[in-house]
């Protein structure tokens, strides 16, 4: 039963456009920070982005930045992360958490205990 609701996803061409989004419940959503994984089959869980409880701050791994961007909206309790020119090596199912952590952990998927069921996302080339 996952905590988090996503939507979104989809097969895509590569340099093409997809939007993410993962609705918390209230509380959920107002307590925590939000983040974005996403894995591919043989591979540990890898951080994409996150975004602080407030959204004063934003992180990215290297391989998504200026082509990523996360954000959130306290009127609908959703994050979002718009994808753009999309490359074949982002395909993966991406997943949405929430966690209490701090700057340190907010990159470190072990430390989030609630996730949403996950989306797959496809570039083809």
């Not at 039963?1 to 989004?21: E, N």
């Not at 974005?36 to 998504?64: H, K, L, Q």
């Not at 753009?84 to 966690?99: Q, R, W």
Request: glycine share 10%; net charge positive.
């Amino acid at each position: 039963q996952a905590h988090l609701v996503q939507s979104g996803g989809g097969v895509v061409q590569a340099g093409g456009s997809l939007k993410l989004s993962c609705q918390a419940p209230e509380r959920t959503f107002a307590t925590n920070h939000m983040a974005w994984f996403r894995v591919t089959p043989g591979s540990e869980r890898e951080f994409v982005a996150a975004i602080t409880r407030t959204g004063g701050s934003t992180y990215y791994r290297d391989s998504v930045k200026g082509r990523f961007t996360i954000s959130r909206d306290s009127a609908k309790y959703t994050v979002y992360l718009q994808m753009d020119n999309l490359k074949p090596e982002d395909t993966a199912v991406y997943y949405c958490g929430a966690t209490l952590g701090n700057s340190v952990t907010i990159r470190n998927w072990k430390t989030y205990p609630y996730w949403g069921q996950g989306t797959q996302v496809t570039v083809s080339s």
